[in-house]
């Protein structure tokens, strides 16, 4: 059975950082690409970053140049690098495996 597990949120002022973690488990994780989707309240989930198998990365433009994703096979993890967040990064961050497995999301408030 796979299990996705998020953490690593939190409340953050503006201008400030928070890295999230993806640990995966019960799966081969090299084999798949892993993104990482938010969902603010009263908006729908939107795709906010992925990274493939073969390390090719791509991201909404909302978020290009402040967060980096990143994966560690060794470790079965995938991370999010959030700099330079703002308000309206506030949302619940999710975690999903091979196009299906989702994890149970982890808040993140950008507030002063």
């Known amino acids: 059975q796979v299990q996705v597990v998020e953490s690593g949120g939190g409340l953050v002022q503006p201008g400030g950082s928070l890295r999230l973690s993806c640990v995966v488990s019960?799966?081969?994780?090299?084999?798949?690409?892993i993104d990482w989707h938010r969902q603010a309240p009263g908006k729908e989930r939107e795709l906010v970053a992925f990274v493939t198998i073969s390390g090719f990365t791509n991201y909404a433009d909302s978020v290009k140049g402040r967060f980096t994703i990143s994966r560690d096979n060794a470790k079965n993890t995938v991370y999010l690098q959030m700099n330079s967040l703002k308000p309206e990064d506030t949302a619940v961050y999710y975690c999903?495996?091979?196009?299906?497995?989702w994890g149970q999301g982890t808040q993140v408030t950008v507030s002063s």
């Open positions: 019960g799966s081969i994780f090299s084999i798949a690409t």
């Open positions: 999903r495996f091979d196009s299906k497995h």
